[in-house]
């Protein structure tokens, strides 16, 4: 697939991704989105920049957005009806990204992408002290563990061998597209790069909360830049959830 795009001089689209695996779509029930005309727009334009398949993961994190496999699959609903009104011919699902905190509880019927996939996170102030424990207890449940946006964490910035013990002990690692873009600041992509450089990441996602990150993602993508960037990596988002 590479040596293919390689030749071209302006890959403008995302359909040698095609599958976003991480964003904040689905209305009114995080920081996301914030009704279901938002959340159609949103997606109408990640329909044109060419993505195939959207799974949208609201944050479960009980102190600010204490969602359920109820309340998720309420907003996917609707907004799959919405997206029918409208005549955008685009697959999504769900699935939900966890807060790892002191309150997060492993059980068999937390919300999973696809083939028992589950997306985690952590607070950017500190590493959760017990994060090996959670990771192997969700193995040990059958889950495949995926931590969001790992060039994020600062507490992160200077122990790059926490990394490779993840790695170790089989998480997958999704990528933030807006990271090496230099969204989040220099330090996250300048992380970005590294972990693209040891081949860590298995997956990437926009993130996409609001407006200010889809025309960031917009002219990055249609002026080719982020192609430039990340083309050349093997993500498995269309192996994993096409």
């Known amino acids: 697939m ?3 795009f390689k030749k071209r001089t302006h890959v403008d ?21 914030t009704d279901t005309l938002q959340s159609v727009a949103f997606i109408k334009k990640l329909h044109e920049l060419g993505f195939q ?3 949208c993961t609201p944050h479960i994190f009980s102190e600010l957005y204490p969602n359920t496999p109820d309340t998720i699959q309420t907003a996917l609903d609707s907004t799959r009806l919405a997206l029918q009104a409208a005549q955008v011919g685009l697959e999504i699902g769900a699935g939900a990204e966890y807060m790892i905190n ?22 950017y102030l500190s590493e959760m002290p017990n994060i090996e424990q959670v990771i192997f207890n969700l193995q040990v449940k059958g889950y495949v563990v995926i931590l969001a946006h790992p060039e994020r964490y600062n507490f992160y910035f200077e122990r790059h061998q926490r990394f490779h ?19 989040y600041g220099k330090e996250v992509k300048k992380l970005s ?9 298995d997956l990437a996602g926009t993130d996409l ?28 988002n269309k192996e994993l959830f096409f």
């Open 209 to 236: 909360h609001h407006d200010k990150h889809l025309q960031v993602l917009t002219q990055e993508i249609q002026t080719g830049r982020l192609f430039n960037k990340i083309g050349h990596v093997d993500f498995k």
């Open 2 to 4: 590479f040596s293919f």
């Open 53 to 55: 398949k959207l799974l």
């Open 13 to 33: 689209h995302m359909e040698w991704l095609g599958v976003d695996m991480h964003s904040h779509l689905l209305p009114g029930i995080d920081d996301g989105a």
């Open 165 to 183: 013990r993840f790695k170790e002990m089989g998480v997958l690692f999704q990528l933030n597209l807006l990271s090496v873009c230099g969204y």
């Open 102 to 123: 002191d309150t997060f509880k492993v059980s068999n019927d937390l919300v999973s992408l696809p083939k028992k996939h589950i997306l985690i996170e952590m607070s």
């Open 193 to 201: 790069e590294y972990l693209l450089q040891k081949n860590y990441y």
